[in-house]
T-cell receptor, first 114, second 110 residues
Framework: ETGVTQTPRHLVMGMTNKKSLKCEQH?????MYWYKQSAKKPLELMFV???????ENNSVPSRFSPECPNSSHLFLHLHTLQPEDSALYLC?????????????FGSGTRLTVV | KNEVEQSPQNLTAQEGEFITINCSYS?????LHWLQQHPGGGIVSLFM???GKKKHGRLIATINIQEKHSSLHITASHPRDSAVYIC????????????FGTGTSLTVIP
């Protein structure tokens, strides 16, 4: 374990389902991130939360909805997804005060949309 | 065009070989990171560099800021080194965001 825990590790969902991905860190970091990793593409940043406030939303479709209830937990709510949304979703955290330190990734959730 | 380019995309080596993976970037950066991703998906940070050279075990990372280029070397490679190695840069302009390369998939054959 890296200190960033993601659940579930694998998820298969239909296009009409609603599901949520969870990320938890107890590293004392103040920033958390959602990334999407598709085959043969660079990691794509989806959302950034600093001190629980969303600071970046990189043109992500509204069928992805993030929630950050506190600085240790981050959720990604999924609804009416498309097959092209199948990918590895990675959570990361870091400490941004005074720089950007301790960047740590979780193990990811492998999502398959059928 | 991606801000971070890696080469090669795929690499197969015999156990014991010396391996080099290259990364070139096109933006001013505050730091460059080398990451390792095993088939299970999780990503581990290997190095964070802003200048010079760092060594950890059999891994060596170098960076040339003037040439906007970094290399990751693996000495005496081993099958457990098989993974995807990703170069990522922290641009000076964007605070806590990164630009990522597409990764180099390394397979070390016994």
């Amino acid at each position: 374990e890296t200190g960033v825990t993601q659940t579930p590790r694998h998820l298969v969902m239909g296009m009409t389902n609603k599901k949520s991905l969870k990320c938890e860190q107890h590293l004392g970091h103040n920033a958390m991130y959602w990334y999407k990793q598709s085959a043969k593409k660079p990691l794509e940043l989806m959302f950034v939360y600093n001190f629980k406030e969303q600071t970046e939303n990189n043109s992500v479709p509204s069928r992805f909805s993030p929630e950050c209830p506190n600085s240790s937990h981050l959720f990604l709510h999924l609804h009416t997804l498309q097959p092209e949304d199948s990918a590895l979703y990675l959570c990361a955290s870091s400490q941004t005060e005074g720089g950007n330190y301790g960047y740590t990734f979780g193990s990811g959730t492998r999502l398959t949309v059928v | 065009k991606n801000e971070v380019e890696q080469s090669p995309q795929n690499l197969t080596a015999q156990e014991g070989e010396f391996i080099t993976i290259n990364c070139s970037y096109s933006v001013g950066i505050s730091a460059l990171h080398w990451l390792q991703q095993h088939p299970g998906g999780g990503i581990v940070s290997l190095f964070m560099l802003s200048s010079g050279k760092k060594k950890h075990g059999r891994l060596i990372a170098t960076i040339n800021i003037q040439e906007k280029h970094s290399s990751l070397h693996i000495t005496a490679s081993h099958p457990r080194d098989s993974a995807v190695y990703i170069c990522a840069v922290s641009p000076r302009s964007t605070g806590n965001q990164f630009y990522f390369g597409t990764g180099t998939s390394l397979t070390v054959i016994p």
